[in-house]
């Protein structure tokens, strides 16, 4: 990568350090998120509350792989390391997979409560909290993330940061659905929130399964 008149060459490690601080935080929260998630959405048989769950668990493999990029560059390990971009590639395809296969059983487990097969959804105050505080976390983590990305002209943290930002809209589907059904009882609400995210979770898989730039142009995007 070019390194311009913003991003001099003795900036360059304190903003991948500070890179490495992000998305250790996020990985770090979303392993959290995820296990709660899926933990109080089975004891609630909420649908919503496992779709977000299991899509922040799947969000850690993506983020652990440009985690260790960051830091392969930071030891300038990253030009010369190929294995680095099989390993990126390869575990894009597996999470983008997982992430499509998890949205058609959104879709399926969702359509078939609506139409009264399977349990309703139970209260989750556990999940209501959870929710409210990703909508919290990530948009913050989301900008910051976009700010250093700007600054260390990467392309691949760019698209990490706006996945987390995406993170923070599934979190609001969610948050939604479980407060209909806390407050007014509206069952239906949870598949119905589960349905809003799917097109959410679809973006990412397809994008997860057609890489970013930086596999065709990684110099640029280190």
Known sequence: MTVTARTTMSERP???RRAITLNTLLVGWNVIEGVVAVAFGLLA??????????????????????LWRLLLELRGRAETDER???????????????????AAYIVIDAGRRLFGFGAEAEESVPGIILTALSMLVMPILGAAKLRTAKQLESSALRADAYETIACAWMSAATLLGLLLNATLGWTRADPVAALLIVPLVIREGREALAGDECHEHIDECQ
């Open 45 to 66: 048989n909420s649908v919503a509350l496992l779709g977000f769950g299991f899509d922040s668990g799947i969000e850690v493999s993506s983020a652990v792989v440009l």
């Open 14 to 16: 304190q903003l991948l």
């Open 84 to 102: 680095a971009e099989q390993i990126e590639r390869r575990a894009g395809r597996i999470a983008g997979t997982v992430l499509l296969i998890l």
